[in-house]
């Protein structure tokens, strides 16, 4: 099946730093990427839509500027938290929506802010 | 809105026996619907989905789901668990692409020896 890398699995950074993370689609070309943000024992919300090319589509309440989203290639789209707080602090998931519909989500990453 | 709600956000079984967890959506028009499942500290593996076909869904790791809309539900089930079937389900509606996919709270599913 298809394969969604997210890197770096585990981050913990000082408070007012940036942190980037990456989402991979490995064997195949996804056009469009989604970004996810999973509280301690809750489930995902959608922060934001990145389409290749294009400036992605954030969900109502999510912070554009703190959250960047960059989609340059179509195999790789980056979530850089900018300026992180404590309260930044949760875990991030990455999907891609290749041919075969549902989606293929990335390991996750954990963030620590400090 | 399309929404779905998880009955149960902790089911605990004895290997071997009948897992069941619930899942009952709410949408406008006919849904897509997913089964996910998260081991802990890691992303999410597709597990099965509907999409208007067979309303019994065969999934991975002897998982399967039955669409039921006059009941508005999709329920899993595995015929007798094994401890490895020990993580969180998340039950998720989709009425058009990945962009409106809607999870549910979750259900976290403990197996006893």
């Known amino acids: 099946g298809a394969v969604v890398s997210q890197h770096p699995s585990r981050v913990i950074c000082k408070s007012g730093t940036s942190v980037k993370i990456e989402c991979r689609s490995l064997d195949f070309q996804a056009t469009t990427m989604f970004w996810y943000r999973q509280f301690p024992k809750q489930s995902l919300m959608l922060m934001a839509t990145s389409n290749e090319g294009s400036k992605a589509t954030y969900e109502q309440g999510v912070e554009k500027d703190k959250f960047l989203i960059n989609h340059a290639s179509l195999t790789l789209s980056t979530l850089t938290v900018t300026s992180a707080h404590p309260e930044d602090s949760s875990f991030y998931i990455c999907?891609?929506?290749?041919?075969?519909?549902?989606?293929?989500f990335g390991q996750g990453t954990r963030l620590t802010v400090v | 809105a399309q929404s779905v709600t998880q009955l149960g956000s902790h089911v605990s079984v004895s290997e071997g026996a009948l897992v069941l967890l619930r899942c009952n959506y709410s949408s406008s028009v006919p849904p897509y619907l997913f089964w996910y499942v998260q081991y802990p500290n890691q992303g999410l593996q597709l597990l099965l989905k509907?999409?208007?076909?067979?309303?019994l869904v065969k999934g991975i790791n002897g998982f399967e789901a039955e669409f039921k809309k006059s009941e508005t539900s999709f329920h899993l089930t595995k015929p007798s668990a094994h401890m490895s079937d020990a993580a969180e389900y998340f039950c998720?509606?989709?009425?058009?692409?990945?962009?409106?996919?809607?999870f549910g709270a979750g259900t976290r599913l403990t197996v006893k020896p």
């Open positions: 509907y999409t208007s076909a067979a309303t």
């Open positions: 999907s891609a929506m290749g041919q075969e519909f549902g989606a293929f």
């Open positions: 998720a509606v989709s009425l058009y692409n990945n962009n409106d996919m809607r």
